[in-house]
Each structure stands twice: as structure tokens, then as C-alpha cells.
């Protein structure tokens, strides 16, 4: 079964660091993109970014180039998100979740882009 | 950069009746590249269809979608007391790649 396990619910004050992370099983995980979605609290979803583990390629949403950093550790099979100077307005839910593509014909065209599955969440929650 | 606009933003009815839920894009889209998910209250999302009208494994199939250019739906076509939630379009965009989301739909019972 694939699956994504997130890292537990976290309390921090405005300005300390920190990093959530994301571990994959039940499939390779250099072979996939890991994404990652945060959600304010009563809000929709936001894509934030993407990382492909296999050689740590990241692609930021531009709402969230220079706000947060994404790695991954392959060897663990883990992606991370992590802030150096956490704001109130991070509190929020993050989730990660695979990227699913899908090629066909001669030319391998893609013909499909999605998330599937998803993490649990991990409730960040910032404040003084 | 393109927007997503879903509506209704709220949708009220009674399990047995038949939803739809619209997903607009500001521009011409890929309908390869859309998808829908829904999610419960405390829940994850769940990837419902993609590739605008595939179903997810697992997924019933009273849950379609449909649409092409900037005009997709998903239809419910059986309303069933666990299908209340909020739905969501994603569209993942190649130049430059991006992924934007809808802002949501709640269907809830009436």
C-alpha cells in the first residue's frame, strides 16, 4: 500500500525554527515528485511546491519561493518543509502528497498530472 | 496566471438528488491536467478524477467529471449522506509549471 506518514502536530513561538517532515513506503520513492499543500485554518488549499527526491529538483509555487525551504532525503525515503523564522500567519496545516503522472504514444505525451495519495496533515501552529 | 473559480461556493441538498459542481479557468486549459478532490472535515484530501472524467481507484461511480477548454464539472449523481464535503478543481499548468487549486465548493445537506 503507498502511503505518506507526516510528522506530528507542532507549537512554536513566532521567529524559532523549524522542519516537518513526510515519509514514503509501499513504492519507490525516487521514482515520484513529492508535493506539498498548506491550509490556514478554515481556508482552501495552496499548492506550495514540488521536490523529485531522486536528485532533489524543486519547483516553488511563486507565493512560496524564499518562505520556505523543501528538501528530501532519499536515503530515508523522507521530504521535508522547513522555516528558519516562523510567522503567526504559518499556523496552518501542511500536507504532502505524491504527484501521479501519466505518459502515452510514440512521443510520451502526458496525459495526466494529479495528487494521489496524501499525507495526514501536520498542524503547525505559531504563537507567542 | 490562471485562476480557478468554482461554483456554487456553497451547495445544499438531499442525499438521493444529483449535484453539480462547476470549475471555471480564466484561460483555455489542458483537460488532461484537471482534477478534483474531496475533502471531509479533520480529513486529508482524496483524489476523486483526473484527466478531467478518470476515477480514482476506488472512487464509485456515481462521481463523474466532465468538460473541456475553461469549463469543468463534476457531477454526483446519487447524493449518498458520505459524499457532504468540500470539493476541490486542481490544475497543474507546464509553462512555467505551477499548480493552482479552486477555492472550494461545500456541499453540505439541506
Known amino acids: 500500500e503507498v502511503q505518506l506518514v507526516q510528522s506530528g502536530a507542532e507549537v512554536k513561538k513566532p521567529g524559532e525554527s523549524l522542519k516537518i517532515s513526510c515519509k514514503g513506503s509501499?513504492?519507490?520513492?525516487?521514482?515520484?515528485?513529492i508535493g506539498w499543500v498548506r491550509q490556514m485554518p478554515g481556508k482552501g488549499l495552496e499548492w506550495m511546491g514540488i521536490?523529485?527526491?531522486?536528485?532533489?529538483?524543486?519547483i516553488y509555487s511563486p507565493s512560496f519561493q524564499g518562505q520556505v525551504t523543501i528538501s528530501a532525503d532519499k536515503s530515508i525515503s523522507t521530504a521535508y518543509v522547513q522555516w528558519s523564522s516562523l510567522k503567526a500567519s504559518d499556523t496552518a496545516i501542511y500536507y504532502c502528497?505524491?504527484?501521479?503522472?501519466?505518459?502515452?504514444?510514440?512521443?510520451?505525451?502526458?496525459?495526466?498530472?494529479?495528487?494521489?495519495?496524501w499525507g495526514q496533515g501536520t498542524l503547525v501552529t505559531v504563537s507567542s | 496566471e490562471i485562476v480557478l473559480t468554482q461554483s456554487p461556493g456553497t451547495l445544499s441538498l438531499s442525499p438521493g438528488e444529483r449535484a453539480t459542481l462547476s470549475c471555471r479557468a480564466s484561460q483555455t486549459v489542458s483537460s488532461s491536467f484537471l482534477s478534483w478532490y474531496q475533502q471531509k472535515p479533520g480529513q486529508a484530501p482524496r483524489l476523486l478524477i483526473y484527466g478531467v472524467s478518470g476515477r480514482a481507484t476506488g472512487i464509485p461511480d456515481r462521481f463523474s467529471g466532465s468538460g473541456s477548454g475553461t469549463d469543468f464539472t463534476l457531477t454526483i449523481s446519487r447524493l449518498e449522506p458520505e459524499d457532504f464535503a468540500v470539493y476541490y478543481c486542481l490544475h497543474y499548468g507546464s509553462s512555467p509549471p505551477r499548480y493552482t487549486f479552486g477555492q472550494g465548493t461545500k456541499l453540505e445537506i439541506k
Open positions: 502528497t505524491r504527484r501521479e503522472t501519466q505518459y502515452s504514444g510514440t512521443y510520451l505525451q502526458k496525459t495526466s498530472d494529479r495528487f494521489d495519495p
Open positions: 521536490i523529485y527526491p531522486d536528485d532533489s529538483g524543486t
Open positions: 509501499g513504492y519507490t520513492f525516487t521514482n515520484y515528485w
